[in-house]
């Protein structure tokens, strides 16, 4: 009897993975926008040219753009500043922890009225707001945004600094035709594009709603910039899963480009968590510069595909040879982890299996998604909302459907950019047919 109960103990020690304590680790967990580790400040203006009608609007902007986050003590954590002549908390940073809470909060906020004091708006939030936070971890992100109708009747320039100094990222609003565009891209982050925005006023701020969700989630899951470019957000998967390094060199599209050739022995597979730490964007725009040869060209392969623990699909771009499509796949509930995929194929596409170098890109949106080939577009279809991805899964690259083996294609780029806008500037110039129209 005792050395039944002495081996019972023994391997209730050594065998962790048969007790309840560490079911949690085992459980697959979503990341992505709405989860990320934020502390969000909105500083608004409250000055008399803004007016109460306006000022409401504003409120309502702030809500709308809120709802995209889990307020909660383990992600994003939300603090309101007004500013007139003296700033005035509205609501403390993680005062309210849950989404209903806060849009309470923020609907009660009455106007203040009075001058334009920017700069000591953005210093009280930095030296009083950030630290209140009472994480037991750190947020990964702090992020202040500035809301102003016009030109701050104090200096902004050192109190931008100062919070730039304290890792707070700044966005700057800027509405109506009293603003001063300087001041703005004095105040913002850098590059002025992805940190200033502008609504021709209030009634029309809400036009600006997707594009600020966009960019603060791009802040939230996008930490890195892609090697080689101008402060451009996003995922070099060349680099990322290793391919630059283990693949053979060979030639590329142009004299000019080096490619990868993968050989069946290679396994191009890693954690999601190691490539996607925080999850995707809503938006995104994928690109993947390849050669599909004979008789790799009649087969159907996952270029890439990211899969949760249970093996579902959750984001995946298939190149189906059999019947010349593209197939793209994501994930449209967050409960029962639903795939959706959209399937393109228009006779344009049938081109990526010519046995030449294409350029494939796909611009990605919360509920639509369009294909291009070669910088032409091929087509455009609908898309159900999708939802954040579990990164306890893996990522692989070239594989064949529903199977382990690597297919052997050249790839030369592989990418994924942040910003939805850099769709219009992803031009394939590295395809010899898209540059010799160029020239011509």
């Known amino acids: 009897m005792k050395k039944w109960i002495l081996g019972s103990v023994l391997t209730w020690m050594f065998l962790p993975h048969l007790r309840g304590d ?21 500083i608004i203006d409250g000055s008399s040219s803004v007016g109460t009608p306006d000022f409401d609007l504003a409120k309502r902007w702030l809500v709308n753009i809120t709802r995209g986050f889990d307020v909660s003590s383990r992600h994003t954590q939300v603090g309101v500043v007004q500013y007139s002549d003296t700033p005035r908390l ?16 923020i609907n009660t906020i009455g106007y ?14 930095t030296q009083h707001v950030f630290p209140s936070s009472n994480r037991t ?28 100094a304290q890792n707070i990222i700044l966005f700057a609003v800027g509405v109506g035709n009293e603003i001063t565009n300087s001041e703005l891209v004095s105040m913002a982050n850098n590059p002025p594009s992805t940190y200033v925005l502008y609504a021709e006023d209030y009634s029309s701020i809400a036009n600006i709603r997707d594009a600020m969700e966009q960019k603060l989630c791009e802040e939230s899951v996008c930490p890195m910039q892609i090697p080689g470019t101008a402060n451009v957000k996003g995922f070099e998967l060349l680099s990322r899963m290793q391919i630059d390094m283990k693949a053979k ?3 590329g599209s142009l004299m000019s480009e080096t490619s990868y050739l993968l050989s069946p022995r290679l396994d191009l597979t890693d954690s999601t968590r190691a490539i996607f730490p925080e999850g995707l964007p809503p938006s995104y725009v994928f690109v993947a510069t390849l050669r599909l040869k004979s008789p790799t060209n009649h087969l159907k392969l996952d270029l890439i595909r990211v899969l949760s623990q249970d093996g579902l699909k959750q984001f995946a771009v298939t190149l189906n040879g059999l019947d010349k499509s593209v197939i793209f796949t994501s994930t449209t509930t967050s409960v029962n982890k639903k795939e959706q995929c959209v399937i393109f194929n228009d006779r344009g596409i049938k081109r990526l299996f010519d046995s030449e170098w294409h350029q494939l890109k796909l611009l990605v949106k919360p509920r639509r998604i369009i294909c291009y080939l070669d910088d032409m577009q091929i087509e455009e279809q609908l898309l159900e909302p999708v939802f954040p991805i579990y990164i306890k899964g893996k990522i692989q690259v070239a594989k064949k459907v529903k199977m382990e083996a690597t297919v052997p294609i050249e790839i030369q780029k592989l990418r994924l950019y942040c910003d939805p806008e850099q769709s219009e500037k992803e031009t ?13």
């Open 112 to 125: 203040l009225g009075g001058n334009t004091q920017t700069g000591r708006a953005i210093k009280f939030a």
């Open 22 to 42: 560490n079911l949690v680790e085992d459980v697959d967990v979503q990341a992505g926008c709405s989860t990320a580790s934020n502390d969000l400040v909105y």
């Open 428 to 440: 394939a110039c590295e395809i010899y047919s898209v540059v010799s129209v160029m020239i011509l």
């Open 249 to 251: 060199k060979v030639q």
């Open 90 to 105: 509205e609501i403390p940073l993680g005062k309210h922890l849950s989404s209903q809470e806060l849009v309470s909060a």
């Open 137 to 164: 971890q750190p947020a990964r992100n702090r992020i202040a945004v500035v809301l102003t109708d016009g030109r701050s009747q104090d200096d902004v320039v050192d109190a931008a600094v100062e919070a730039k």
